[in-house]
């Protein structure tokens, strides 16, 4: 079949774009953060051993470099998530602190490397973060949700957002 239809054969072999194939699609006002979490159990023990080993991570990807900042292992976020998102579902501004919360765990280290010109933000969750509302997290309580200070695009992979930006691209005549 992939032979006969390759547009079908790319589908099932998507061609993994290099680091540097990504940093160059990157505008400079983009940063792509890709989440990648561990998702065993951390008993006190075997967490010092995995933070030592690796751990949860996000991968925060500019045009100008690459860093990676530790966050909390996946099933201590699933919790977290699963509190944050049904408190939204309240619709009575109780979601205020879990939203600081997890914008401490997931975010805060990552968006302070940013330089202003950066406004907006692809990201690659993992896990539990798929169900989370990144644009709803803020900084504190009483701060305005982070949808006010950035455009978030969620993507499935990076490799997805590279197609899509190169048919965007190509439907436009071209990036």
């Known amino acids: 079949i992939a032979r006969e239809d390759p547009r079908f054969g790319a589908l099932r072999s998507p061609e993994i774009p290099r680091l540097d194939d990504l940093k160059a699609a ?43 900042f530790r966050v909390p292992a996946s099933a201590l976020l699933e919790e977290k998530v699963a509190m944050f998102v049904g408190l939204i579902e309240n619709r009575d501004g109780s979601e205020a602190v879990p939203a600081a919360s997890l914008f401490g765990d997931l975010l805060e280290e990552a968006l302070q490397e940013l330089p202003p010109s950066v406004t907006e933000l692809i990201i690659v969750p993992d896990g539990p973060l798929h169900r989370l509302p990144f644009a709803a997290l803020r900084p504190s309580p009483g701060d305005p949700p982070l949808a006010t200070r950035f455009g978030i695009t969620s993507v499935p992979s990076a490799t997805m957002w590279m197609r899509w930006g190169a048919r965007a691209g190509a439907a436009r005549g071209g990036r």
Do not use: F, K
């Not at 940063?31 to 561990?38: E, G, K, R």
């Not at 949860?56 to 500019?62: F, H, Q, T």
């Open 26 to 68: 990157l505008r400079d006002d983009q940063a792509l953060l890709s989440y990648q979490l561990w998702d065993r159990p951390p008993a006190l023990e075997e967490a010092r051993r995995t933070w030592q080993r690796g751990g949860s991570w996000v991968w925060v990807i500019r045009r100008e470099g690459v860093r990676a």
